[in-house]
């Protein structure tokens, strides 16, 4: 299963702004996905054919501060495995309570 890119990293691939980037899925350019009915993702052989078919090259997106990416990336992270954090800590206090208790 390949990987999806996110719209950053798509608006970097094209260099465009994000916000140009969906405004080519609005126009209908560009496929994207969403995931849990919030992030956008995008198939990496459907961007690498509409890059060169772009009528227009907009200034290319200021790269966004490592600080910022973290952020972004811890955020994505804990959206989709929810799930499973959850689970885990619900886990650990389980089986601390029946150490203690125990």
């Not at 950053?8 to 849990?36: C, M, N, P, S, W």
């Not at 200034?59 to 501060?65: F, L, Q």
Request: aromatic share 14%; charged share 20%; proline share 6%.
């Amino acid at each position: 299963m390949e990987k999806l890119w996110t719209t950053t990293e798509v608006a970097q691939f094209l260099g465009i702004h994000e916000d140009d980037v969906e405004q080519l899925v609005r126009g209908g350019q560009l496929t994207g996905y969403k995931l849990g009915g919030q992030f956008l993702r995008f198939r990496p052989d459907q961007v690498q054919a509409l890059k060169g078919t772009l009528p227009f090259r907009p200034n290319p997106a200021k790269p966004m501060p490592s600080r910022e990416r973290w952020f972004h990336r811890l955020r994505d992270a804990c959206y989709f495995y929810d799930f499973y954090i959850i689970s885990a800590g619900l886990l650990a206090v389980l089986v601390l309570y029946l150490v203690v208790a125990g």
